[in-house]
Nanobody
Framework: QVQLGDTGGGLVQAGGSLRLSCAAS????????KGWFRQAPGEEREFVAA????????HYADSVKGRFIISRDNAKNTVVLQMNSLKPEGTAVYFC???????????????WGQGTQVTVSS
């Protein structure tokens, strides 16, 4: 079982930035697509961003386009989510996810991190 360790959450004021990181425990994970989901209090988990392994193609939820940037370092087996211009509605637990392909990551990731809390104050 691939272990994903997501870190970098915290408290930030609206308009501020945070950087989330995710590292995998297994080198086989390096060929997987990676991404991020989030879950706000009382809400279902929702897709945030994903990046493919081969060509590095990126996908974003409409709610974060233009503000969040996902990137990866295949050599280090890590993925990073740079979150800018954060809004109070972005308060949620953010989960690193992984799957064989980008479509899998977007729709139904097979691997999840433990989650990291992001709180955006107004």
């Amino acid at each position: 079982q691939v272990q994903l360790g997501d870190t970098g959450g915290g408290l930030v004021q609206a308009g501020g930035s945070l950087r989330l990181s995710c590292a995998a425990s297994d080198s086989t994970f390096s060929s997987y697509a990676k991404g991020w989901f989030r879950q706000a209090p009382g809400e279902e988990r929702e897709f945030v961003a994903a990046i493919s392994w081969g060509n590095g193609r990126r996908h974003y939820a409409d709610s974060v386009k233009g503000r969040f940037i996902i990137s990866r370092d295949n050599a280090k087996n890590t993925v990073v989510l740079q979150m800018n211009s954060l809004k109070p509605e972005g308060t949620a637990v953010y989960f690193c996810v992984a799957g064989p392909q980008c479509d899998t990551v977007i729709k139904s990731p097979g691997h999840w991190g433990q989650g990291t809390q992001v709180t955006v104050s107004s």
